[in-house]
């Protein structure tokens, strides 16, 4: 779960369950007033926890709106510039993208957890580009931490966090880890 072989020092925790509820709440209802409603929005999640947020998202958009909204999911393994992971036959891992409608002409809200350096949603909007040709892409993140390499900037923001570059971000999601909560850890 963290990067790097250094001992982690200090662990501080800057969202914990109800922030991150709130935060979602507010992303829920800036997406439904910038697009006017969500005629024609389709929420697509990163693997990994940006599904798990996307279906948040979705759910909070469907108290609100009284009709649920689509939600999908994009697998960029073979998108990334990097291919970090790896099976033993030294083949990236791929996992599904699954998506519940064509997404041509659609608007589609582009989902993770933690924007750092761009290259991830990068290879998700090549991933989408792939599968057909969005209206419009926004993108919406729980984290942004700043230290862009690319020129991505998010729609929706949860929480913006300063950061160093030493510093590492943990969203950790019940779904997943047993527990809600965001972490910064200092190696």
Do not use: W
Not at 139 to 163: M, Q, S, Y
């Amino acid at each position: 779960m963290f990067k790097g072989g250094g001992a982690l020092q200090g662990k501080a925790i800057i969202l914990d369950e109800q922030a991150i509820r709130r935060a979602l709440t507010r992303i829920s209802h800036e997406i439904i007033e910038r697009n006017k409603g969500i005629d024609d929005c389709v929420l697509v999640g990163i693997r990994t926890r940006g599904i798990y947020i996307a279906n948040r998202i979705a759910n909070h958009i469907e108290k609100i709106e009284g009709s649920p909204i689509q939600v999908g999911e994009v697998d960029i393994t073979l998108y990334r510039d990097d291919l970090s992971v790896k099976t033993v036959n030294n083949e990236p891992l791929l996992k599904s993208t699954q998506l519940p409608t064509e997404i041509t002409n659609k608007k589609i809200i582009l989902v993770d957890d933690v924007l750092f350096t761009g290259r991830t949603v990068r290879a998700g909007m090549d991933a989408l580009m792939d599968l057909g040709r969005p209206a419009q892409i926004q993108l919406a993140v729980l984290i942004d931490r700043g230290h862009r390499e690319l020129p991505i900037r998010p729609d929706f923001i949860g929480k913006n966090v300063p950061t160093s570059r030493t510093e590492i971000v943990n969203v950790e999601l019940s779904e997943v880890d047993n527990l809600d909560q965001v972490s910064i850890t200092k190696e």
